[in-house]
Structure formats: C-alpha cells, structure tokens
C-alpha cells in the first residue's frame, strides 16, 4: 500500500519572515516528492486539520507576544476551551518560532501554539525551535540546523516512494509564477488610479485600503536637529474607518523612484511594459494585491521589496543563476554553513539590500528570468504606526508621529527608511493606502481612573490619543512622563501638552536627557515622584510604557519595581509580585519596539 506523502505547511507572519521560511520548507518538500501546499494559517480551513497528517509550522510573535495578523483567527479557534483533547491525535507536526529575544515574550506564539497541539493530541516530531534576531548570525543560526533535522525525522516516518531519490540541490526549482510580456500597442488601465475609489461599505483592510488624502506633513523637531520626526495628518472621511486610544494605523508604502528606476536599469528592464502572471503550481496563488495586466513600473514600485536586506534563501535561488566564475563561488560560499559570518558580515551587518547585491553581482542578475523575480525577492510589507490622534477630537483625521529613519554604515550610501523616507518627501493632497487594526494596548473606558503614561520620543503617540479623548470630554487624572534629548529641539507637541497642563487636564513630567551634563530619563523622573506613582497606583491607577525595545521598558519596570518597594515596604519578590499582578489584570501595558 502506497504511503500518503502529503506536507501542509502553515505560516504566521508579520513581516514577511516566517513566510519566506514557509516558501523554503516548501521547495525542499518538493525536492523529497511530497505533496505540498503552503498557506497562511487564516487563509487554511481549520475544520480539516482533523484530517492533516503532517503540518509544519512557521510561526512568528509580533508586539508584546500576539500573533501576526494573519493568524489572529486560527489562534482564537485554537485556543478554545471547548476542542477535546484528542481531535488531533492523527496529527504529527514540527514548529518553528521566529521572534526577537529583545522582546519580554520571546516567541510566545510558537511555544504556545506548540504546547496547545500537544494538549490536543497531536504528536510533535522535534522540540520546538527558537529561532532569534538577536543572535550573531540572525534566526538562519536556528532555522537551517532545525530543517536538517526536519528532514531527517520526517523522511525516517514517510521515505521517499521506491526508484526516487532526492533532487539534487544543484537543479533549479521551477519558479512560482510564469509570466507574459503582452504586446505594447494593446490599450491598458491607468494604474496610477488602481483601486482608488473602489472602496466598498466594509471598513478597510489590507485587500482594500482606504486611499487618504494627506492633509499636513509638519516636522516636529527643530530644523537643525539630527533627527527628523513628522506628524502627519490624513483625512479620512467617508472611510468606514473607526478607532480608538490604542489602535493602530497601517500604511502601504512605495519604493523611492530613485531605487526603482535603478532597480529597472540594473535588469535592463522597461518601466511601460505590461505583463501576465498565470499560476505555475494549482497550490500557489497569484497575488491579490497585483492588478492584471501589471507594468514592469507599478511592480517594483508597489510591490518588490528591493530595498529589504536578502536573506540566505535569497543566495541559494541566486546562485542557480551564475555562469560567472568568481560570482558563482561567492554565492556558493554564502550559502554554506561555513560561510554564514561572511554572510552576515557582507549583508545584515552593513543592512546591504537586494538591490545593492544585485549590482554587485552584474553578471548572475543579467541571467535572473523575469518571472523568477517573484521568487528571489520578498512582498513589500505595510508599515504598522500607533495613531497619534482621537476620533472624538478629530472625527474624519488620522495623526501619524513618525520618526524618518536615517542612519549610516559601512556602505557609501545612508540607509534609509522604506515608508518613513517615503512619508517625510510627501506634499500635501498625496494619496496614501492604509487601513486601521486593533492595537495591543487598551485604556480604561471609567473616566474615574487615573493613568499613568510613560512615552519617550514617538513613544508617546498612542498617549496623545488617550488624552485627547479623555480632554474632550474634560476628564483629568491623567498624568504623562515625556522624555527627549533637548527642549528647544525634539519636544514634540509642548504647546498642547502645557495647555491641558494650564487647564488641570494633565500632570506632566518631562526629562531632557542631554540639557545638563548628567543624563536624566524618564526612569530617573519616575524615582523623583515615588509618593505621587505610588498613590496613583494604590488608588487604582493604571500604568502604561511605550516606546523602544532596547533599555527603556526594561529601565522603567525596574524604576517602579524600587517605587514599590520603597514606598509600599515591600521586598524585591513582593513588588516583582505586585507588577504581576497589575499585569494580570492588564493596569500594567506595555507597547514597545525595535
């Protein structure tokens, strides 16, 4: 009797990761003969996981331990308490995690995920794997140890059918999609105009973003400040989009014209040409968000993240591509276990991106299909910004505040933020596509209870939406830490805040961390006013952190960890205890990073 060699592969991700390791597991799969589908976990029937036989799971954690947005609802499902214990006992699965240990809840979605399948029966094949951003080599450091062993265990339970034998690693894959150059005097849509003003009666979301005009780009620093920050103002009216303190707003953002056009040079390809996409593989579907006919243009402007740093899949496609000697055995090299610190070096350490290696392999990417091109290079992602602004204050307006990221490596160019450069160089009346989720902070709807908000830098966006709310309805108790280098450079919105101070609406306590020679945070401003925290907090006070992942989250519990102790005679595990506790019943938030 024939063994049924069938693999599902589903993937959470956020960022495009988690996906990009999902579209590897799946060529290898094929490799070994399986029959294999790669899916999203929301875009996956979850009633017929009772008849799966073997599933892998790539998961990511995004925020403060939540799952990516598309696998929100296969979480719900999945964690219910009514499932019995033993549906999937005819399931064996592997798991594997991507997450950032710079986080509190360090892949919290795969550990979970992991041990719920147990609780249902299932039966894993490997302890769950780790994979971390922070390690010296990336996750690639987990991941590719993680898929040998994969393998081995897998190939052990269902062995390849008789007379087959692995493919070789040297043939290339076929490629996802074949494409279709149509010919030029054929009349085709606008697509500068593509899906702006389709907008149906549902709220918006990424399949339909709502298309926002932008009403004001004001910097927010002073012009001779190192660092650039904006508040941006979009007008959505008759959006469909409601939201609150706490929510988040996503954009869609376009690569510069500058690296498009050299991204279309560097290929020899032709902005205005149109082509097809047709499905190569029944079990891969065409994007969604690619209009048919497509231009070579509206493709790498919209929707090739060629600005991205490559990952090593990357290297493996792109060495198939190599008749040039000493360009093939560089690539070749990237793509052992040996070469990964070179690797890294050449790549992730200096943020090279996929443009750039692309040009310094001139002759490997003159040989690249085009239709491969959807292979080689990842889906640019929407940007995620905590919106800055409440609808009861401004009814048909989203505020952005927005740091533009710029920085500097060993390459000659800066690096540059995708979307936030993007943002920054618009002029009013420009289009912008976004759309509104569900934040991972909630504030107290009891206009009753105070709350305490620490929001450094840009951190303090999601607190200018509470208090604006709260204000409008002229409600206090509402008391802000704000923390910047300088006062006359990057304090950002002094002019509101001191009018609500001037009011009573607000208690405000800055720290300017480089107007005096010792550095003073927001952390040290915590400790100055012990009694006040302490008080808010027995009174039933609720407390909120927002900001970079580095120190600063970590800096604050620690402050109110001694706030605690010291106020409330308490010792280190009683006020570690008393955080816990405030967590528990969600008076302690935290919305970082990095």
């Given at each position: 009797m024939e063994i049924d060699r069938k693999l599902l592969i589903l993937y959470g991700s956020q960022t495009g990761t988690a996906q990009d390791v999902a579209d590897k597991v799946y060529r290898e799969a094929k490799r070994r003969h399986f029959s294999a589908r790669v899916t999203a976990l929301d875009s996956y029937d979850i009633s017929n996981l009772i008849q799966e036989k073997l599933v892998i799971f790539v998961c990511s954690t995004s925020g403060q331990g939540d799952p990516p947005d598309n696998m929100k609802l296969f979480w719900r499902f999945i964690l219910r308490k009514n499932l019995p214990v033993n549906s999937l006992s005819q399931l064996s699965y592997a798991m594997l995690g991507l997450g950032d240990s710079a986080y509190q809840k360090f892949n919290f979605v795969a550990k979970k995920l992991y041990k719920r399948l147990q609780q249902l029966g299932a039966d894993n094949l490997l302890p769950v794997a780790l994979a971390d951003d922070q390690h010296d080599l990336g996750p690639d450091a987990v991941i590719y140890p993680w898929l040998d062993s994969l393998w081995k265990k897998v190939l052990n339970i269902y062995p390849l059918p008789p007379g087959r034998e692995i493919i070789s690693s040297t043939i290339r894959p076929p490629s996802r999609f074949t494409a279709t150059f149509l010919d030029n005097t054929a009349p085709y849509p606008d697509l500068d105009n593509y899906r702006i003003g389709k907008h149906s009666n549902t709220a918006p979301g990424q399949s339909n973003p709502f298309y926002a005009k932008m009403t004001s780009n004001e910097r927010v620093t002073s012009h001779d400040h190192f660092q650039d920050v904006r508040l941006i103002r979009f007008d959505i009216s008759?959006?469909?989009?409601?939201?609150?303190?706490?929510?988040?707003?996503?954009?869609?953002?376009?690569?510069?014209?500058?690296?498009?056009?050299?991204?279309?040079?560097?290929?020899?390809?032709?902005?205005?040409?149109?082509?097809?996409?047709?499905?190569?593989?029944?079990?891969?579907?065409?994007?969604g968000m690619l209009p048919q006919p497509c231009s070579v243009q509206y493709l790498v402007q919209h929707y090739l993240d060629i600005n991205s740093v490559p990952r090593r899949s990357f290297f493996e496609l792109l060495s198939y591509f190599a008749d040039n000697e000493l360009e093939k055995e560089k690539l070749e090299e990237f793509c052992t276990a040996e070469g990964q610190e070179e690797l890294y070096t050449y790549c992730n350490r200096v943020r090279r991106s996929i443009l750039e290696v692309l040009q310094d392999f001139p002759h490997t990417s003159a040989n690249i299909p085009f239709e491969y091109l959807f292979d080689l290079i990842p889906v640019l992602q929407p940007r995620s910004f905590s919106i800055a602004s409440s609808q009861k204050m401004y009814p048909d307006e989203i505020h952005v505040l927005m740091a533009v990221v710029t920085y500097k490596t060993k390459m000659f160019k800066p690096r540059l933020g995708v979307c936030s450069t993007w943002l920054a160089g618009m002029s009013t009346g420009t289009i912008v596509p976004l759309w509104v989720k569900k934040g991972t902070i909630a504030f107290p709807?009891?206009?009753?209870?105070?709350?305490?908000?620490?929001?450094?830098?840009?951190?303090?966006?999601?607190?200018?939406s509470f208090i604006q709310e709260r204000t409008v309805a002229g409600t206090g108790g509402n008391t802000l830490y704000f923390g910047c280098r300088n006062k006359d450079y990057d304090y950002y919105c002094q002019d509101e805040w001191t009018a609500l101070v001037d009011k009573g609406l607000l208690n405000l306590i800055t720290a300017f961390s480089r107007d005096q020679d010792d550095k003073i945070y927001v952390q040290h401003k915590i400790l100055e006013s012990k009694l006040m925290l302490w008080n808010i907090l027995e009174n039933g006070g609720w407390f909120y952190v927002a900001g970079n992942a580095k120190r600063m989250p970590d800096d604050v519990k620690d402050a109110v960890k001694q706030v605690i102790m010291e106020c409330g005679s308490k010792s280190e595990d009683e006020a570690e205890q008393y955080i816990h506790k405030l967590e528990q019943c969600r008076r302690y938030q935290a919305e970082t990073w990095s």
């Amino acid at each position: 009797m024939e063994i049924d060699r069938k693999l599902l592969i589903l993937y959470g991700s956020q960022t495009g990761t988690a996906q990009d390791v999902a579209d590897k597991v799946y060529r290898e799969a094929k490799r070994r003969h399986f029959s294999a589908r790669v899916t999203a976990l929301d875009s996956y029937d979850i009633s017929n996981l009772i008849q799966e036989k073997l599933v892998i799971f790539v998961c990511s954690t995004s925020g403060q331990g939540d799952p990516p947005d598309n696998m929100k609802l296969f979480w719900r499902f999945i964690l219910r308490k009514n499932l019995p214990v033993n549906s999937l006992s005819q399931l064996s699965y592997a798991m594997l995690g991507l997450g950032d240990s710079a986080y509190q809840k360090f892949n919290f979605v795969a550990k979970k995920l992991y041990k719920r399948l147990q609780q249902l029966g299932a039966d894993n094949l490997l302890p769950v794997a780790l994979a971390d951003d922070q390690h010296d080599l990336g996750p690639d450091a987990v991941i590719y140890p993680w898929l040998d062993s994969l393998w081995k265990k897998v190939l052990n339970i269902y062995p390849l059918p008789p007379g087959r034998e692995i493919i070789s690693s040297t043939i290339r894959p076929p490629s996802r999609f074949t494409a279709t150059f149509l010919d030029n005097t054929a009349p085709y849509p606008d697509l500068d105009n593509y899906r702006i003003g389709k907008h149906s009666n549902t709220a918006p979301g990424q399949s339909n973003p709502f298309y926002a005009k932008m009403t004001s780009n004001e910097r927010v620093t002073s012009h001779d400040h190192f660092q650039d920050v904006r508040l941006i103002r979009f007008d959505i009216s008759n959006s469909n989009i409601s939201y609150s303190p706490g929510d988040v707003v996503v954009i869609m953002p376009q690569n510069s014209l500058e690296t498009v056009t050299e991204f279309i040079n560097h290929m020899k390809l032709k902005d205005d040409n149109f082509f097809h996409i047709q499905q190569q593989d029944l079990d891969i579907e065409l994007p969604g968000m690619l209009p048919q006919p497509c231009s070579v243009q509206y493709l790498v402007q919209h929707y090739l993240d060629i600005n991205s740093v490559p990952r090593r899949s990357f290297f493996e496609l792109l060495s198939y591509f190599a008749d040039n000697e000493l360009e093939k055995e560089k690539l070749e090299e990237f793509c052992t276990a040996e070469g990964q610190e070179e690797l890294y070096t050449y790549c992730n350490r200096v943020r090279r991106s996929i443009l750039e290696v692309l040009q310094d392999f001139p002759h490997t990417s003159a040989n690249i299909p085009f239709e491969y091109l959807f292979d080689l290079i990842p889906v640019l992602q929407p940007r995620s910004f905590s919106i800055a602004s409440s609808q009861k204050m401004y009814p048909d307006e989203i505020h952005v505040l927005m740091a533009v990221v710029t920085y500097k490596t060993k390459m000659f160019k800066p690096r540059l933020g995708v979307c936030s450069t993007w943002l920054a160089g618009m002029s009013t009346g420009t289009i912008v596509p976004l759309w509104v989720k569900k934040g991972t902070i909630a504030f107290p709807t009891d206009p009753a209870c105070p709350v305490v908000m620490v929001g450094p830098g840009t951190g303090c966006a999601p607190f200018r939406s509470f208090i604006q709310e709260r204000t409008v309805a002229g409600t206090g108790g509402n008391t802000l830490y704000f923390g910047c280098r300088n006062k006359d450079y990057d304090y950002y919105c002094q002019d509101e805040w001191t009018a609500l101070v001037d009011k009573g609406l607000l208690n405000l306590i800055t720290a300017f961390s480089r107007d005096q020679d010792d550095k003073i945070y927001v952390q040290h401003k915590i400790l100055e006013s012990k009694l006040m925290l302490w008080n808010i907090l027995e009174n039933g006070g609720w407390f909120y952190v927002a900001g970079n992942a580095k120190r600063m989250p970590d800096d604050v519990k620690d402050a109110v960890k001694q706030v605690i102790m010291e106020c409330g005679s308490k010792s280190e595990d009683e006020a570690e205890q008393y955080i816990h506790k405030l967590e528990q019943c969600r008076r302690y938030q935290a919305e970082t990073w990095s």
